[in-house]
C-alpha cells in the first residue's frame, strides 16, 4: 500500500489548489478507505478462527516485524538498540528495550520519525492531555484507515448492516442559527463507523434532553456511540417518563470515560440493548473491546502488543492491576515501542502480546494522596463502594487541589439527603485519611472534547 500512497500524496497536493484534482483526490481516498477497510475486516474474521498458538505465532511475527523495521529505518531506536546490545530474534527481546514515555518522545521527537515517510505528507495527531502531559507526534494515513476498519469490525459483531444509522456523542459546538431552532447534533459522512449523526454533550440540559430522546427516536439509529455519562443522562430521562422505544437497537459502544456498573445496567434498561465497551488510544497502538455478557476486554492481535506491569517493570499477575505498555504495530511513521500509556488494566488472560482484561482501571493519575502522602486509587472505591449512594446523584467529580482534602462536586437529585454524604465520607475516610469538602453544583463542565472526568488530579506525589 506504500506505493499507492506514494502516489496519492502529489495529487493531495495538487488538490489544494484544483477542484479538478481535489474531486479526483476524494474518491481515490475514499475508495483506498473502503479497500482498508474491507481488508481490515476480512484479518479480523480470519483471526477469529485462530487457535492460541497461531496467535502467538502471529504477534511474534507482526512484533519482530515492528522491531526491525523502527531499528533499520529510525535514529532513535538504532542507538537505543545499539547502546542496549539488543538482538531481535524473539518477542522475548522485547523486555530488553526500555519503556518508551511521553518526555522521552517530546526529546527526541525528529529522530523517532521513520525515514522512509516525507514529513510533508504525514498527519500530526495530539491526544487531549486529561492527564496533564498532552502529546504531539506523527501518523502515517494508513494507521488511521486501519483503526476505521476495527471500528467497522465491532459494529459489525453487533450486527451492522449497510444504511443502518449510527449516533455518536462528542464535544461538538452547534453554530447559533441551529441552536435557535432547537438543533443539537450535525450530520457527518454516511457509513462512518464512528457515527452518522453526533450529537452535542457541550449543549445538552435539563431543558433541551426531551429534544434529545425525541430526535433519536426519530431516527431510529441501529448502534449508539460514545461517552457513558451522556447516554446515562438519556436512559435516566427515558426511565424516568416510561418510555418506549419503538424500535430495536443492535448495541451500544461506550467508551472514553469509565462506566459504572450502575450506569451500564442503567443505559441497558432504558435502551433494550447490550453495551459493548471500547478502549483505544490516539496514539493508534491498540484497541480493546468486549463482545458478550461477561464484558471482557480482548486486544485486537493485528493492531499492537499489549504488555502489563508492575510499576518495577515485572509481569502483572492475573488477576491483579498492573500498567498498559504498548507497541504500535500500525503507525511506522513514528513507531511507539514499549509506550507507557498510564492506563490501569485488570488482567485476566494473556496469550502472546494479546490480552484479556476485565477492567479498564482508568489513568495512574486517578488517585488521591492522603496527609502522609499515600497514593489510593479511587476507581474501585468510587464506583463499586459508592455505587448505592451514587444513585442519587445526576453528575459528580471530585478534585483535589491540596494533599489530605478532596473537593466533592455533586449535582444531587431531590432524593439525595444528608445521610448519603455522611455515608460517602465514611466509606472514603475508611480507606484513605483526608479531609472531604462537598460541594453542591448545578453544572460541572466537560472538558473541550465533551467528556465528563470523574477525578481530576491537580497535585502530583
Known sequence: MNSFRTFLNPIKKRAQKSSLFSNYY???????????????????????????????????????????????????YKKLFNENNIKINSYKDLEKIPLLSKEIIKKNFSKLISKKYNIEYLIKKKTGGSTGEPLEFYCNSYSGLFDYGHH???????????????????????????????????????GNPFGDYIFSVLHLSNNNINIYVDKIIEMQPAILRGYPSFFNSLANHILKHNITLPFKIKGIILTAEMCS???????????????????????????????????TYESSPIYGYIEILNDDGSETKIGQIGNIIVTGFINMAMPFIRYKTGDLAKLKYRNAGVVYFDEF???????????????VYLNTMIFGLLAENLKRVLKWQIIQHKIGELEFYIIKTKDFSKKDELNIEKVIKNVIDLEINFIYVEIIPPTKNGKHLFFIQNISP
Open 26 to 76: 476524494r474518491k481515490l481516498f475514499s475508495w483506498r478507505t473502503k479497500w482498508i477497510e474491507l481488508k481490515v475486516l476480512k484479518k479480523l474474521k480470519v483471526v477469529e478462527g485462530f487457535s492460541e498458538k497461531e496467535i502467538f505465532n502471529l504477534q511474534n511475527k507482526l512484533l519482530l516485524s515492528t522491531l526491525s523495521y523502527a531499528y533499520n529505518n529510525t535514529d532513535y
Open 152 to 190: 467497522s469490525y465491532l459494529c459489525s459483531l453487533m450486527g451492522h448492516k449497510k444504511g443502518d444509522i449510527i449516533i455518536s456523542c462528542g464535544g461538538v459546538n452547534i453554530p447559533e442559527h441551529l441552536l435557535c431552532k432547537n438543533i443539537y447534533w450535525v450530520e457527518i459522512k454516511k
Open 261 to 295: 456498573t450502575n450506569q451500564q445496567l442503567n443505559i441497558e434498561k432504558a435502551f433494550s440493548s447490550m453495551v459493548y465497551f471500547e478502549y483505544g488510544h490516539t496514539e493508534v497502538c491498540l484497541f480493546c473491546y468486549t463482545k458478550d455478557k461477561t464484558y
Open 361 to 375: 482501571q482508568g489513568r495512574q493519575q486517578s488517585y488521591a494522596l492522603s496527609k502522609n502522602k499515600k497514593k
